[in-house]
């Protein structure tokens, strides 16, 4: 079974210009998930979807991130314009249906912005 | 790697040995409990996980203990292998909700 995957692996931009994550969860798991962690900071959870739909934003940081997940299969996180602090490292998660059932991360995606 | 600028609490053992990693964590309504293993350019790894309604679960060379009264919960690793160097995470869920919420993580270094 093909684990979670993202792309790309790094990313360097300039503040001020946009970058679009990718993530592919596993096959057939209703459940999606984006965490960041910034420097020197612990992981956090940035939202859910429940196959296509938004089922908890609360972690996103502000109105430049707008994350989608087309036909409930991979999904982006696309941030615009990027300012200095969204530097980190932006993994995808994905689980089957249950709260409990196990989140596999996928490897991230280190974000650097100039 | 990832971690470079985290200061990161680090727990060095000798291979061979038992290490035990520690957590706390602060919302009396956190209801499941799980422990990831994040290798170097690697994604947080499913360790070991445990409901609220246990104190003790055991894996493959691996025991959590949940202390509810303290809010306290550890990760034992016996046998210490170089390969289980790692940052190793402990992350909670509060009041069923689907989002995990990440301890700052701990350093496991392996001395062969």
């Known amino acids: 079974e093909a684990g979670v995957t993202q792309f790309p692996s790094h990313s360097v931009i300039e503040k001020g210009q946009t970058v679009t994550l990718r993530c592919d969860p596993i096959s057939g798991h209703d459940n999606l998930y984006w965490y960041r962690r910034v420097m020197g900071k612990e992981i956090k959870f940035l939202l859910h979807?429940?196959?296509?739909?938004?089922?908890?934003e609360s972690g996103m940081p502000n109105n430049r991130f707008l994350a989608e997940r087309t036909g409930g299969t991979y999904s982006t996180l696309k941030v615009q314009p990027a300012e200095l602090e969204d530097s980190g490292v932006y993994f995808c998660?994905?689980?089957?249906?249950?709260?409990?059932?196990?989140?596999?991360f996928g490897p991230g995606t280190r974000l650097t912005v100039l | 790697g990832e971690s470079v600028g985290l200061h990161l609490p680090t727990l060095s053992v000798q291979e061979g040995d038992n290490s035990i990693i520690n957590c706390a964590y602060s919302n009396s309504a956190s209801d499941y409990f799980i422990w990831y293993k994040q290798e170097s350019g690697k994604g947080p790894q499913f360790i070991i996980d445990?409901?609220?309604?246990?104190d003790k679960r055991q894996g493959q060379r691996v025991t959590v203990l949940l202390n509810k009264t303290v809010k306290h919960l550890s990760l034992q690793i016996a046998a210490t292998q170089p390969g289980d160097s790692a940052v190793y995470f402990c992350a909670e869920r509060v009041d069923s909700s689907y989002k995990l919420i990440f301890g700052s993580g701990t350093r496991l270094l392996v001395r062969p």
């Open positions: 445990i409901r609220s309604n246990m």
């Open positions: 979807f429940v196959k296509e739909s938004k089922q908890d």
């Open positions: 998660a994905s689980s089957r249906a249950g709260a409990t059932d196990t989140q596999y």
